[in-house]
T-cell receptor
């Protein structure tokens, strides 16, 4: 059973606009969440993370929001750039665990 | 610069062949993982190891085995490759339990004919 879900397989956004990628989870024990970016034929690279004690974390153009009551997190990219075109995975882990749980990914295309 | 290195970027094997995928990390991480990535299915965990000679099954261990004889090295073994094992294989490592980043290698694209 998929404990981390990304229900949008793909998203297209105009350059300069905001990209919003969504992620839902079912396990309330998760207390740390991460976003990864993956280009074709490369390994995923870490983008941004958030602890469950926060509801927002910002790093430059990237902001992650966490809504614990809804078991939902989102990644905002502002402004979107063509180089942001990639597959984005969200992942979750709990503090006493070793295993990361990944969503199925959202393919973002930023149109110049 | 921290690094997870996978031995082969691209491999082509025949059905029934034994396949070894090697992974080395230079960060002294305790945890190492093998995932496969398939379109629409995301990253699925095959096996992970939290210590030398320790291993735990992930979500899809069937048809695979692993070996961790040294802390820095984690090998994935396909005893008898099948066409449904054609995939992108990703090795990763992390330190300690819980909150912490997972570092990935570049990936190994395996095609089984």
């Amino acid at each position: 059973d998929q404990q981390v879900k990304q229900n949008s397989p793909s998203l297209s956004v105009q350059e300069g606009r905001i990209s919003i990628l969504n992620c839902d989870y079912t396990n309330s024990m998760f207390d740390y969440f991460l976003w990864y970016k993956k280009y074709p034929a490369e390994g995923p690279t870490f983008l941004i993370s958030i602890s469950s004690i926060k509801d927002k974390n910002e790093d430059g153009r990237f902001t992650v929001f966490l809504n614990k009551s809804a078991k939902h997190l989102s990644l905002h990219i502002v402004p979107s750039q063509p180089g942001d075109s990639a597959v984005y995975f969200c992942a979750a882990i709990w503090n006493s665990g070793n295993q990361f749980y990944f969503g199925t990914g959202t393919s973002l295309t930023v149109i110049p | 610069d921290v690094k997870v290195t996978q031995s082969s970027r691209y491999l082509v094997k025949r059905t029934g062949e034994k396949v070894f995928l090697e992974c080395v990390q230079d960060m002294d991480h305790e945890n190492m993982f093998w995932y496969r990535q398939d379109p629409g299915l995301g990253l699925r965990l095959i096996y992970f190891s939290y210590d030398v000679k320790m291993k735990e099954k992930g979500d899809i261990p069937e048809g695979y085995s692993v070996s961790r004889e040294k802390k820095e090295r984690f090998s994935l073994i396909l005893e008898s490759a099948s066409t449904n094992q054609t995939s992108m294989y990703l090795c990763a490592s992390s330190t300690r339990r819980g909150a912490g980043e997972l570092f990935f290698g570049e990936g190994s694209r395996l095609t089984v004919l």
